[in-house]
């Protein structure tokens, strides 16, 4: 049974590891969309600098995210290695679901949706935290409209301050401005992201007796792995997505990319520190909305919008689902 419970805790891990370079290559979008749509860095160097920066966030932000994930969405005593490894697969089969139709969606609240999926087929509501789960997704409505409001108002004070400026002069002050905005946005996105797979696998090694902790804890090399494995799926993001977020979504001109991005990313930022887990493709989604929406409503295309969010209603759901029938088809096989 001891070698049989390594064996599962690997190949669980392995999954998790799978999970950050999806959920990086599924979100290369959230964090390179508004400077290749402002077209002030070629996709390239975009991506690559998107991709240290990603790497280096969860270094810099720690990790409340990571223990929210690890304890705050399912009980600990119900966090078996196998409902973790059915939640990571409902989660890494809807991500490249709506990477393969160009859905933005959100990798975090796959990942919540299938960890609760897989934790109510083994022992139904007790097992959720019903606490976290709520704050989850009251916040999967906060972010956005957070990140909208950020945006749009950051927008309205800059065409006030440069209002009497020549276009070509403030589209050359924030097209350099917009370098800086999307390393932090990268930053952030990684801070938020890359704990949640962190969280995942600590939970991991604390179940299976690997990892003996009064607190809850992540390893060096956990950050490491996990940070790695997210910048990696970074650098080989799906332009699928960002084409839908770069050039569907809004146009965009370099101080509005600039106020996306710095909008976004400051609620990522709030948001690591206080240890809640958001989606990376709700705030930057609501904060390219806001921006559109400050020139004039019909400056975004709410059709693509509507879609967007229609993926963020079904994500949960969708990814518990599909949790859920890999829980029960392990079981059948194994049990």
Not at 133 to 161: D, H, N, R, Y
Not at 166 to 187: D, M
Not at 262 to 281: F, H, Y
């Amino acid at each position: 049974m001891g070698e049989e419970l390594l064996y599962v805790t690997f190949a669980a891990i392995i999954s998790a590891l799978i999970f950050d370079f999806v959920n990086g290559f599924h979100d290369a979008a959230n964090a390179i969309a508004t400077v290749v749509g402002s077209r002030i860095l070629k996709p390239l160097h975009a991506v690559t600098i998107s991709a240290i920066t990603n790497f280096v966030g969860p270094f810099i932000f720690g990790t409340a995210v990571a223990a929210t994930i690890g304890q705050g969405i399912i009980k600990p005593e119900f966090a078996t290695t196998e409902v973790i490894f059915a939640g990571l697969v409902g989660a890494i089969v809807w991500n490249i679901i709506t990477w393969y139709v160009g859905l933005p969606s959100s990798s975090s609240h796959a990942l919540i949706g299938g960890l609760i999926g897989s934790a109510l087929v083994s022992g139904g509501i007790q097992t959720v935290v019903l606490a976290g789960t709520i704050k989850t997704i009251v916040f999967m409505v906060v972010s956005p409209t957070m990140g909208f409001l950020v945006a749009f108002f950051l927008v309205l004070l800059l065409i006030f301050i440069f209002k009497k400026k020549r276009a070509q002069l403030v589209n050359r002050i924030f097209g350099k401005l917009q370098i800086c905005s999307s390393i932090f946005f990268s930053l952030t996105h990684g801070a938020n992201d890359g704990q949640k797979t962190m969280g995942v696998i600590t939970a991991l090694l604390i179940t299976g007796g690997f990892l003996q902790t009064d607190e809850f804890t992540v390893p060096i090399w956990v950050i490491f792995s996990a940070a790695l494995a997210l910048g990696l799926g970074t650098f080989f993001g799906g332009w699928r997505i960002v084409k839908t977020m770069a050039f569907k979504l809004t146009d965009l001109r370099p101080y509005q990319g600039f106020c996306a991005e710095t909008g976004g990313g400051v609620i990522l930022a709030m948001m690591a520190w206080l240890g809640i887990p958001v989606s990376t493709t709700h705030a930057i989604s609501g904060a390219i909305m806001g921006v559109g929406a400050s020139r004039r409503l019909s400056a975004v295309r709410w059709g693509i919008g509507r879609r967007i969010i229609y993926a963020w209603i079904i994500t949960i759901p969708a990814s518990a689902v599909i949790a859920a029938l890999t829980l029960v088809l392990f079981n059948f096989i194994f049990r």
